[in-house]
């Protein structure tokens, strides 16, 4: 028997807003990949045959796209840079150091490799490859209804509740590059209190002070938590240099891919290291990602365990994952060994099989550059496939 897991400790994790620099050059990525298959359904191609690695870079008033991409002739790098002008406008941007319209834009997408493309492409007998090696993991826990860690689900919310104050127009004062950041405390294992709230948000009156805007955001906060995690005893942070007003590219230079904890479990669980942004569906650090999760969601959902953590692991231009691993961390009502076999079983993990089961060759991923790609509402609701919970009856027949 394993060590007990700790019960009473901090625990910390942090987002970042859709018009920090990682997140407009996710953004970007994604809307790209959208666009190719938005284009290719529209020709009526194989939507399995598209293949996207679009990478964004963006700094004071510049955006660079690079990367691979096979699909429709019609997308051309005029409509790539409209693309991106729209996107950049969508977020928010106006202003001298980074403005939709007077960016520069540079564009270096080539076609994909030769090379690449006889792995993964299913040709003959051959079955479609996945399309790079690594390790990806899936992880959920009972910390919060949608099964996922509390921090990072929190953070979240504290973005996006303000975000959506900033297009509504209720608080024209902020501007669109923000980041938050909670610690904590567990008890018994459970979260209960909130001991450190920071949050830096890009403010478009240079005159405004840290208290300044803490008075803006401090009630969508408080909105935002769980009644009573707030106490007297609440350290808070808000723009803790004293000033934010240059923000977005212009203030840090951006990258797609950067921000891939923020993008998953916000440190509570491994991550095998791929970005998610702009990258196609046989690209596993995306696809298998998602695979991970949509189980490993399951798996609590069906009440077997309080936590689980799932890896898979793949081989360039193989179809079917090296491994599968499952870690209930000692709260598991099941073997894991067995539970192991039976999730092999019940979904089939090859690239195809993940695309077609989730239906991943379709234009949905504009929407998961900020705020976290996972612990957001299932597909019925508005959200992702990966969510469903639609295994878990199958799951406690199983194991009844």
């Known amino acids: 028997m394993g060590p007990v897991p700790r019960q009473n400790y901090l625990f910390t994790s942090e987002s970042v807003s859709e018009g920090h620099p990682d997140k407009v050059c996710d953004r970007i990525s ?3 990949l959208d666009l190719f298959f938005r284009e290719g359904e529209a020709e009526g191609l194989d939507v399995a045959t598209i293949r996207c690695a679009a990478e964004t870079l963006a700094t004071t008033n510049k955006v660079v796209i690079a990367g691979e991409t096979r699909g429709p002739e019609s997308i051309t790098a005029e409509r790539i840079e409209a693309l991106v002008r729209e996107t950049v406008r969508d977020i ?6 980074f403005h939709w319209e007077k960016l520069d834009f540079e564009y270096l997408l080539h076609p994909q490799s030769a090379d690449i493309a006889q792995g993964v492409d299913a040709t ?65 294992g459970r979260p209960v209190e909130v001991t450190q709230i920071v949050v830096s948000h890009q403010h ?13 955001i401090e009630p969508y906060v408080r909105e935002t938590l769980p009644e009573g995690w707030i106490t007297r005893d609440t350290e808070w942070h808000v723009n803790p240099t004293g000033k934010f007003h240059i923000g977005g590219p212009d203030g840090d230079c951006g990258l797609t891919g950067r921000k891939i904890i923020v993008d998953t479990y916000g440190g509570a669980a491994p991550h095998g290291g791929g970005a998610f942004s702009g990258k196609d569906p046989t690209k596993v650090d995306r696809s298998a990602a998602y695979a991970a999760r949509y189980l490993a969601k399951n798996v609590v959902a069906a009440g077997l365990a309080e936590r689980c ?4 692991s793949y081989a360039i231009g193989v179809a079917r994952p090296l491994s599968l691993y499952v870690d209930l961390h000692g709260s598991g009502e099941v073997d894991e060994a067995r539970l192991e076999r ?4 019940i979904m089939d ?18 929407r998961t550059s900020a705020y976290g790609h996972f612990g957001r509402a299932p597909e019925e609701d508005g959200g992702f ?15 009844s």
Request: net charge negative; glycine share 8%; with cysteine.
């Open 349 to 366: 993990l090859r690239p195809r099989g993940i695309r077609e089961h989730l239906g991943l060759n379709r234009p949905i991923y504009a």
């Open 92 to 97: 928010g941007y106006e202003q001298e150091g």
């Open 124 to 188: 003959g007998n051959k079955d479609e490859g996945a399309g790079d090696q690594g390790i990806m993991f899936g992880y959920a826990c009972t910390e919060t209804p949608e099964l996922m860690p509390a921090p990072i689900f929190y953070a979240h919310r504290i973005l996006q509740t303000l975000a959506q104050a900033r297009h509504s127009g209720a608080e024209p004062k902020l501007g669109p590059d923000s980041k938050s950041q909670l610690t904590l405390r567990y008890e018994n």
């Open 342 to 345: 039976v999730l092999m079983e």
């Open 385 to 399: 496939s990966w969510e469903r919970t639609d295994l878990v009856d199958e799951l406690k027949s199983i194991f």
């Open 309 to 312: 953590t799932l890896q898979l």
């Open 204 to 216: 478009l009156d240079p005159d405004l002070t840290s208290d300044d805007v803490r008075a803006i």
């Open 30 to 32: 994604d809307e790209i």
